[in-house]
């Protein structure tokens, strides 16, 4: 799979279990183009029965393959499978050119000025930067709803909290390292914090499928909101 990234190197693909293949790659990049491939494989009909797809920060992993009647099925079939995989040509991400998920924010974080001064902007820059980014989500964890969210250029990537909050509130905007995230429900956290959801509820949704609004692969765009149509402080949200 020569074709995921320049000098990250061929894909290490592990068997899981008798039906699963976890697909080990050499950076976050690497990892969301190839899973971007397998979408765009499946939905061309062109990849074997897969039960789950399920990116993760360096991995893809493909759970279920060879359902009866599969042309993977069985153990020879996962083995051929695997070797496929790791020849695969993998196109490389491109920016978002299509729909895109539009998250109203308003940027009113705890910790904007902290964040302004890392990128060396004034505070009131960091909601341009931050909206004028196209994200994409990597992938899903922490809490159901939590979207993993790349697309921030590395010099803009920021460090986590030393001292992480015991309680940051539902949408939360926040950012750490080379990702973005909207807090979908009130749990102990060490992002920083930028901005607040005015409807976090949105995230998640048990009832509606897909249950989670932020699905890996999915193109997002944050777009700033009036202050005053919103609650004040994303530290007094409940």
Do not use: K
């Amino acid at each position: 799979m020569s074709g995921v990234a320049p000098g990250v190197g061929a894909p290490r693909v592990l068997p899981v279990g008798r039906d699963a293949l976890l697909v080990e790659l050499g950076s976050g990049e690497a990892a969301e183009a190839f899973h971007a491939e397998v979408l765009r494989r499946r939905d061309r009909g062109e990849l074997p029965p897969v039960r789950e797809i399920v990116p993760g920060a360096r991995t893809v992993l493909l759970d279920g393959i060879g359902e009866p009647g599969g042309r993977a099925a069985g153990t020879a079939g996962v083995d051929h499978f695997a070797r496929e995989l790791a020849g695969w040509t993998v196109q490389p991400l491109r920016r978002a050119d299509g729909p895109a998920v539009q998250i109203p924010v308003v940027y009113d974080g705890p910790d904007l000025a902290e964040v302004a001064a890392l990128w060396g902007v004034p505070p009131g820059e960091v909601a341009a930067v931050h909206s004028g980014t196209a994200f994409r989500v990597a992938f899903c964890g922490f809490a159901p709803g939590f979207g993993y969210l790349t697309g921030l250029p590395e010099h803009l990537h920021v460090p986590r909290r030393a001292t992480p909050r015991t309680r940051v509130p539902a949408g939360a905007l926040a950012l750490a390292g080379p990702y973005t995230g909207v807090y979908p429900r009130a749990s102990p956290g060490g992002w920083r914090l930028i901005g607040r959801m005015p409807d976090p509820d949105r995230l998640w949704d048990p009832a509606r499928d897909p249950a989670a609004l932020l699905v890996p692969g999915a193109w997002v765009r944050f777009v700033p909101v009036d202050p005053t149509s919103a609650p004040t402080s994303v530290e007094e949200r409940a």
